[in-house]
């Protein structure tokens, strides 16, 4: 497990799941994004040990983009297919 995320990552937030499971996480995230144009780019950090399995399924199956992965950090685009040039 990395202690720390990628120096190069840049994103506009971070968002601690912290110990919940990643359907918790999941959740919570949806929530915190909703609001947020796309293109946002977040810093995701979840110690569920699942979550290297399910943040990317969720990412696919939402139209997220998973940009990078080291867990516990996972660096997350919210629906950049939705981003006005």
């Excluded at 190069?8 to 918790?24: A, K, N, P, V, Y």
Aim: glycine share 6%; with cysteine; net charge negative.
């Amino acid at each position: 497990m990395s202690e720390t995320f990628p120096e190069h990552w840049e994103f506009d937030d971070e968002f601690d799941g912290g110990e919940e499971t990643c359907g918790r996480v999941i959740i919570n995230l949806y929530t915190y994004l909703k609001p947020m144009p796309p293109g946002y780019r977040i810093l995701l950090i979840s110690k569920d040990p699942a979550a290297p399995y399910e943040f990317p399924a969720w990412c696919r199956m939402t139209g997220n983009a998973l940009l990078d992965m080291a867990h516990p950090y996972y660096l997350v685009e919210y629906k950049p297919q939705l981003k006005k040039e």
